[in-house]
């Protein structure tokens, strides 16, 4: 079975400042998809970013970055020049491409603080 | 486009009870998953559902059941509530499996 493991409870960072979030994931298959959602207190999931697992370039939106080491099974998320209005609460999910499910497989998540 | 929304925002049942909980997708979207998030946790899949049959899912037990109706939007029922079902419970539709999918701002579930 698959798992996606988020090894950071709680971040921090400056606004205006970097923060990178961590995810690791295990599956055994070579197809599939990975994301990062954002969940503000509104609690409304907020898709970020999303990667394929097929595409060695890595996804960037706007101020918004991915790292996908595939070997390594690491997609962590980089979030550059941070806003009052990234602190949420942040997940890695993923989606296999091959068993034809939509379900979606969550880590734990990562709280993202960003002080003024 | 209204996105998609779920009824009611919040609910207090009591122990013992049985709840419906309510799903209309995003304008276009064909499929309808639930998922269960308990407090400071990610959501966890509970099911799926497609052509109004239910194509996956999670591991939860049966008395979690749900519907699809022609027009695709979905109803999740649970019976027998125990305090353990106190969570957020998250619709997402979606364009078939494989596209973005869209989340509602949850129903609260509180069991008493």
């Known amino acids: 079975a698959q798992t996606v493991t988020q090894s950071q409870p709680e971040m921090s960072v400056q606004e205006a400042e970097t923060v990178t979030l961590s995810c690791t994931y295990d599956?055994?298959?070579?197809?599939?998809?990975l994301f990062w959602y954002k969940q503000p207190p509104s609690r409304q999931m907020i898709l970020v970013i999303r990667?394929?697992?097929?595409?060695?370039q890595n996804a960037t939106e706007n101020r918004f970055s991915v790292n996908f080491q595939k070997a390594a099974k690491s997609f962590s998320l980089k979030i550059s020049d941070s806003q009052l209005g990234d602190a949420a609460m942040y997940f890695c999910?993923?989606?296999?491409?091959?068993?034809?499910?939509?379900?979606?497989?969550f880590g734990q998540g990562t709280t993202l603080q960003v002080k003024p | 486009d209204a996105g998609v929304t779920q009824s009611p925002t919040h609910l207090i049942k009591t122990r013992g009870q049985q709840v419906t909980l309510r799903c209309s997708p995003k304008?276009?979207?064909?499929?309808v998953s639930w998922y269960q998030q308990a407090l400071g946790q990610g959501p966890q899949f509970i099911f799926q559902?497609?052509?109004?049959?239910?194509?996956q899912r999670g591991n939860f037990p049966d008395r979690f059941s749900g519907h699809q109706f022609p027009n695709y939007s979905s109803e999740l029922n649970v019976n027998a509530l125990l305090l353990g079902d106190s969570a957020l419970y998250l619709c997402?539709?979606?364009?078939?499996?494989?596209?973005?999918?869209?989340f509602g701002q949850g129903t609260r579930l509180t069991v008493v």
């Open positions: 999910a993923y989606n296999s491409g091959s068993s034809n499910t939509g379900k979606l497989i």
């Open positions: 559902y497609y052509e109004e049959e239910e194509r």
């Open positions: 304008s276009g979207h064909d499929t």
């Open positions: 997402a539709s979606s364009l078939g499996i494989q596209t973005e999918a869209f």
């Open positions: 599956t055994s298959e070579s197809d599939y998809y």
């Open positions: 990667q394929e697992a097929y595409k060695q």
